[in-house]
Nanobody, 115 residues
């Protein structure tokens, strides 16, 4: 099993920044992709950013230039730096980790953008 500790969410004004962290522990031997999805109320969960074991990054078009995903393989931790936040970024952000053919999910952290 894999366990996660997510942190960094909160309430922020439009234009503000947040840094999300997700530390994984447990039965981790080879990690492929890690990254972040988000789910807004009434909407489907969508991929926000992904980073491969080699460091290759992919982003949703809606966040390119504002979000940066990174990882520390020594700590099994993935980060999401979120800048220039918009109200439409309000959602629960879930980290994930791919181990072989399995995907494991974090518990989610709420990000609310409001003035």
């Amino acid at each position: 099993q894999v366990q996660f500790v997510e942190s960094g969410g909160g309430l922020v004004q439009p234009g503000g920044s947040l840094r999300l962290s997700c530390a994984a522990s447990g039965s981790i031997d080879i990690i492929y992709d890690m990254g972040w999805f988000r789910q807004a109320p009434g909407k489907q969960r969508e991929l926000v950013a992904a980073i491969s074991g080699s460091g290759r990054r992919n982003y949703a078009d809606s966040v390119k230039g504002r979000f940066t995903v990174s990882r520390d393989n020594t700590k099994n931790t993935v980060y999401l730096q979120i800048n220039s936040l918009k109200p439409e970024d309000t959602a629960i952000y879930y980290c994930y980790l791919d181990r072989g053919d399995l995907r494991y999910w974090g518990q989610g952290t709420q990000v609310t953008v409001s003035s």
